[in-house]
């Protein structure tokens, strides 16, 4: 009886932990920057239908008009930041991972982004002096994290590593850090933060930054894109995605929708080939 009673508690709690355990197959990717990446075009039709319910977003704010609470995954419709945002790489990005990897194999990912923000925003120990020099507006959006994006943006990925990897960051930000000689330092500062808050490791944690609106596109930030191009010399699997080609908005700033769906797409494609190494 003795022994019975032994194999049935083992029984037991290999079962409670397979209920409460990982999927490998569940593939998490944290994304955060300004408003390239918080999504600045409006999505179109094409951009809300046919979503494969594989392709996850943990919403990172509460948002009654998407029938979506803060720490809960719906399928991947955008938008993909906060309640009212628009198109983002993100959106892309997914697509396209799902479309070259095995059936079994899901994509989730959070968003977390404050357009017209600095890098400093993401810097957990000096990001409460930089708000306090921002313009109400900036301070409104922070606010929506309840004043700590970083914070927001940790506390929802410890949520998702219950549920499923963490494989990769992305970040698209630098044009309100245009010709910052100091900014891929400052990039290391949250990239090493996240690594340390999630118990990540470099090697199996690739960054990969985008390009702000490219010359070819007229971006007037276009400078930025040479600081940008020297991240893998600060952060060894740091990996950096070309704008080149990539339509922009008449502000010259912005990217348009379909040129978040190219740079969407060629984040993943660059994912793809860091994990294939």
Known sequence: M????????????????????????????LSFGQSNMEGNAKFEPQDTVNVDSRFQVLEAVDCPNLGRKKGNWY??????????????????????????????????????????????????????????TTPNWLKNMVKEYDGNPYGRLVEMAKLAQKDGVIKGILLHQG??????????????????????DLHLKAKKVPLIAGETVNADQGGICASMNKIIATLPQTIKNAHVVSSSGCTDAADNLHFDAAGYRELGKRYADKML????K
């Open 2 to 29: 003795k022994k019975l009673y032994f194999l049935l508690i083992i029984n037991l709690l290999a079962t409670s932990f397979k209920s409460f355990s990982q999927d490998k197959n569940f593939y998490i990717f």
């Open 75 to 132: 399928t991947a419709i955008p938008p993909l930041c906060r309640c009212r945002t628009g198109l983002t790489p993100v959106d892309y990005f997914g697509r396209a991972m799902l479309a070259n990897l095995p059936a079994n194999v899901r994509i989730g990912v959070i968003n977390v982004a404050v357009g017209g923000c600095k890098i400093e925003l993401f810097d957990k120990d000096n990001y409460e002096s930089y708000v306090a």
């Open 175 to 196: 044009e309100s850090n245009t010709n910052d000689t100091l900014w891929t330092k400052k990039v290391k500062v949250v990239y090493d933060n996240l690594l340390k």
């Open 273 to 276: 080939s860091v994990m294939n």
